[in-house]
Nanobody
Framework: VQLVESGGGLVQPGGSLRLSCAASGFTFSRYHMSWYRQAPGKERELVAAITSRGDSTNTADSVKGRFTISRDNAKNTVYLQMNSLKPEDTAVYYC???????????WGQGTQVTVSS
């Protein structure tokens, strides 16, 4: 099983980034997917989530209206489009997979997002 995040980097305030998480080794379409983030000295927090079929999403209040989660089950990939980035969005962003039914969950290795001028 692998979850490989990409797309992080350094961006100025107000800028945009698109994170990708490529999954392999499991039946992607049977897993709900989420993005979490963890800033230095803070706990990991949920940013956005999407159901296995992509028919429902949930976004944290702190990023609502700026971040959008989506998925392509044909490509086994989940995305996080981040617009109007703020310095407080700086964190390591993690991809998380949770099986629809029964046990089974995995974390990616994370990708750094830094918002700074």
């Amino acid at each position: 099983v692998q979850l490989v995040e990409s797309g992080g980097g350094l961006v100025q305030p107000g800028g945009s980034l698109r994170l990708s998480c490529a999954a392999s080794g499991f039946t992607f379409s049977r897993y709900h997917m989420s993005w979490y983030r963890q800033a230095p000295g803070k706990e990991r927090e949920l940013v956005a989530a999407i159901t296995s079929r992509g028919d429902s999403t949930n976004t944290a209040d702190s990023v609502k209206g700026r971040f959008t989660i989506s998925r392509d089950n044909a490509k086994n990939t989940v995305y996080l489009q981040m617009n109007s980035l703020k310095p407080e969005d700086t964190a390591v962003y993690y991809c998380y997979a949770r099986r629809e039914l029964g046990p089974g969950s995995w974390w990616g290795q994370g990708t750094q997002v830094t918002v700074s001028s």
